[in-house]
């Protein structure tokens, strides 16, 4: 079945500091790709997408591009904030079709002054 | 901007009671699903929904759930006998039809305590 590991957090940066989630996935086919951003006590909302490879994400100066050949796709930012401090979870939805998602574990960044 | 909304935001039962969490998804949608968050683990699938029946579920997603589509907006999950662990944020998502790229749209939540 489709699976997707993201890299273990809570990750603690600076403000300005570069940020890297790494993110692979197992599918089969060409899944479509997303990260998704959970503030603290709120629901899901989606950071950006890549529905086929070589595509790149991009949303609030984040960028993910979807690498076929390694299977990932690692969420980046060059320039973190505070108001960046969030839970970020990898996610893939399967080709062919409305399946559902599947997410990974979710890494926590908290980004200090 | 259309987006999915839940009611209520915040559900406290006690074990062995019914409830029902509601969802009314974006409305030219057509493929709905519901999803769970225990505190601090990953987001969870349970059940999708089309055509006014389930189209697949998870092995979370037993007899003791159901969903329902009563009304042609609302989109329902029941939990029949709530025990302690079903304790989560259920999020409700709906697709279009004509989504190319299958994503879906998240509503915000709801959080449900079993004491």
């Known amino acids: 079945g489709n699976s997707v590991t993201q890299m273990e957090g809570p990750v603690t940066l600076s403000e300005e500091a570069f940020l890297t989630i790494n993110c692979t996935y197992t599918?089969?086919?060409?899944?479509?790709l997303f990260w998704y951003v959970q503030y603290p006590g709120e629901g899901l909302q989606l950071l950006l997408k890549a529905t086929k490879a070589d595509d790149k994400g991009s949303n609030k100066g984040f960028e993910a591009t979807y690498r076929k050949e390694t299977t990932s796709f690692h969420l980046e930012k060059g320039s973190v904030q505070v108001s960046d401090s969030a839970v970020y979870f990898c996610a893939l939805v399967g080709a062919g079709g409305y399946q559902k998602v599947t997410f990974g574990t979710g890494t926590k960044l908290q980004v200090i002054p | 901007e259309p987006e999915v909304t839940q009611t209520p935001s915040h559900q406290v039962t006690q074990m062995g009671q019914e409830v029902i969490l509601r969802c009314v998804p974006i409305s030219n949608h057509l493929y709905f699903y519901w999803y769970r968050q225990i505190l601090g683990q990953k987001v969870e699938f349970l059940v999708s929904?089309?055509?006014?029946?389930?189209?697949?579920k998870s092995e979370i997603f037993d007899d003791q759930f159901s969903v329902e589509r009563p009304d042609g907006s609302n989109f329902t999950l029941k939990i029949r006998s709530t025990k302690l662990e079903d304790s989560a944020m259920y999020f409700c998502a709906s697709s279009a039809e004509t989504s190319g790229y299958n994503e879906q749209f998240f509503g915000p939540g709801t959080r449900l305590t079993v004491l």
């Open positions: 599918a089969t086919g060409y899944p479509s």
């Open positions: 929904f089309y055509n006014n029946e389930i189209s697949e």
